[in-house]
Structures are given as C-alpha cells and as structure tokens.
C-alpha cells in the first residue's frame, strides 16, 4: 500500500512550572527561597528514516505529542525535562503547516532532524528573585506552553530513474522486465495510479533506484489527468527514462507524443525540463519482424532531426535492447550525482 500524503496533529510538551518553596529548617523558620526551575517540555522531531517508503503509519496514528517538563521542588531541585516525540519520515517527505502553507521541513536525508514543534521552556523558581531587599520571593516565572500544529505531510519519491511518458507507452512493463518489481499491467491506459518502486541489479554490484509514474496526458500541468500528483513525483528523480511507444496502436506520432509531454513537464517547472532525460522506444516487438528494421530506422532518424535526441529501442516485454537502456541509464544516473551539491543538516535546520 502506497500512501504519499497524510494530515497530523502534533503537539509538544508543556514547560513545567517553577517551584515557589521557602526552606523551613529548625531555627530558620523563615529561610530563603530554595525552589527548583521547572524541566522544558519535549520538542515534537521530525527524522529521516531510509527504511520507510510510505505515510500508512498515519492513517493509524494521526496525533503524536511529546511529554511535559516536570515541575521544579525544594531543595534547587530542577524538574525533568519532557521526553521529545520522534516522528520517523520516509526521505522526499515534505511537511507544512496545514494552516498556513508554511514548508517546516524538507526531509531529504538519513538521519536529519528537523523540530517541527517546540517545547515550551521550564518556569523559574523562586531562587532566581531573591535580593537583598527581597529575600523570601514567592514569585516565579511563568511556564512556556505547549505549541499544536496541524501538519500535512506530503511524500516525494527519491528514485534515480523516473519513468514518464503516456499512459499504455508501457512504462510498468520496463519496470517489471529490470526490476524485481509487479506492476500493474493491462492493456488500457492508467494501469498505474500510485508510483511503483524497482531495484535494477546490474553487474558490478551496482544498483539502480527505478520508479514508474503514472501516465501523463495534455494538460497535466494544469491538473489533467493525474497531474499535479504525477508531477510533483518526477521533481525528485535524477534523471527522466522517456519511454515511447514506437508505433501506437491509436495511430499518434511517437515524435508528437515526446513533444507533448516535454512540453507539459516544462510548463510545471523549469527544472523538470531541464532535467537529464533519455528517450526509449519501447514496443519494437509489436512491429511484423520483415518490417522492424526500417521502421526503427525512420523513427530514430526523425527524432535524432526534429528533435534533437539519439532514442534508444528496446521491448520491455521480450527483454529486447533493455541491458542497453539500463547501462546508458546508469552513465546519466552518475553523471547526475556528480553534478548534485553536497549539503550538510544540522539538528533543528
């Protein structure tokens, strides 16, 4: 089960009030003031989490606070501080208050820390206000309260390799021919409508991250379709897999369908068109064996001339050209690493 998005509420802890004690002691019935701050109250955490891959967790569990501090005591004695709530996310997930739109954390990395919610500071004790004209205070400061949010988490998968292209152009059959992955596959359009993830295991040890998309469609920029919901998925993939169909059975142009959905990524975002992106003609099988030979070398010829670009053939279903896809797929995936920016978080950024 897939769950990319999810509405909480979170609340952190109260501070704990500070203690106003007065020291009584044999032959001091009237000693000064001795009262304890009280502990802050725990912060509600949001941390990076590599092992997770869904928001269902949330389904079952949408409130998550943290403990309050505990108040001060006699004897300087300073209260407990509250226990922080850790909210374990799956990277890609995004958070932003509910309210307001605000984005409060971006969760990119294993192990980063964000405070989404901040405890509420111990009161102080009565200690802190003695004086010299003013030796048996019973005044404190008051405790910080506790802060509730109502946060919506969204999810944005992390993947290498993105999978775009039309519904049917058989983007869930490539998956499933390099990965160990099972999509849905059926002959009509939006067999896919949550991403699907894939490990492509190639020789050398190495390992590619693979996502199948859900199918675009003119006018997803503007919410057609899927998408909004699609798109916001391809943003955080390195590199874009086009996956066209050679010779649709609805008679369309390969080359006006790969403009039609380059143009629908570059109307959502600049950066979506500016990404690293290959182009596979899939679906070579289909074509009559006496037949394939030219066909293949026509379309490639239109796209290397119209549009600019060397596609490469394949069949996702046979397997046909698909050891290729994967090793020029790795080349573009490291080349995409090596031009990444290396950010270091600190612990509440």
Known sequence: MFVDSAIITVRSGRGGAGSRHLLRMKGNAKGGPDGGDGGKGGDVVARGNPHLDTLVQFAYQPHWSATDG?????????????VDRIIELPLGSRVFDAQTGDLVADITEAGQTVVVAQGGIGGRGNVH??????????????????????????????????FV????????????????????????????????LGIAELPGERRLVLADLPGLIEGASQGAGLGHDFLRHVERTRVLLHVVDIAPVDGSDPLENHRMIRRELAEFSEGLARKRELVVLNKVDLIAEEDRGSVVDEVVRRFKRDRGVTPLVASGATGIGVRDVLENVWNAVQDARAAEPVTLHRIGD
């Open 70 to 82: 505990e108040p001060g005591s006699r004897k300087n004695c300073n209260g407990k501080e509250g």
């Open 129 to 162: 206000f003695k004086s010299a004209v003013h030796q048996t205070p019973t005044e404190t400061s008051p405790a910080g309260e506790p802060i509730e949010r109502l946060l919506r988490i969204e999810l944005l998968l992390i993947a290498d390799v993105g």
């Open 165 to 196: 292209g039309l519904p049917n152009a058989g983007k869930s059959t490539m998956l499933k021919s390099t990965t160990r992955a099972h999509p849905k596959v059926a002959d009509y359009p939006f067999t896919t409508l949550s991403p699907q």
